[in-house]
């Protein structure tokens, strides 16, 4: 039996799996073609993807405001993705980093309604029981949730279900 699509995207990493879903979700028939995750690790003999680790940091603050608004519409989107998928990628877990543009960078995140400030090392320690070594005296930023990790593996099995 043939089956005859739309569009064959190539490549089922990060990129294309989303770009699957996108079409396949507007209605375009749509094939999705690349290397799956090997059954096991150790005996794979080849690539598989160019996401092989299992935890990106996702945040909205960012030094560029195109960054920044991108981040905010992808991240505005990775609950409706899991639930529909019923695969979980996304771990809303916070962030806080050491900068010296930190000031400038929350700018953007403070705009689209980010839960982001900065913070002492003090409270960091206090709060979240990180421990900033002494010689790092750039300002610290702290991100609320949804700020956190995904799970790039995940969220490309996620797309792929979807499309």
Known sequence: ?????????????????????????????TALVGAGEPCDYEASDGPFASHYDEGRITRITASNPIWSELATRSIGRYCDIAERSGIEFHSACRLAYSSNTAE???????????????????WLRETTGIQ???????????????????????LVAAQTALA
């Open 1 to 29: 039996m043939t089956q005859q699509c739309e569009v064959v995207v190539v490549g089922r990493g990060l990129i294309g799996s989303a770009a699957a879903r996108h079409l396949a979700e507007a209605g375009i028939s």
């Open 132 to 154: 900033v070594p002494r010689e790092n005296s750039g300002p610290i930023v702290f991100e609320g949730a949804p700020a956190g990790l995904i799970n790039p593996r995940r």
């Open 104 to 122: 400038t960078d929350m700018d953007d995140a403070v705009k689209r309604g980010a839960d982001v400030r900065l913070v002492t090392q003090q």
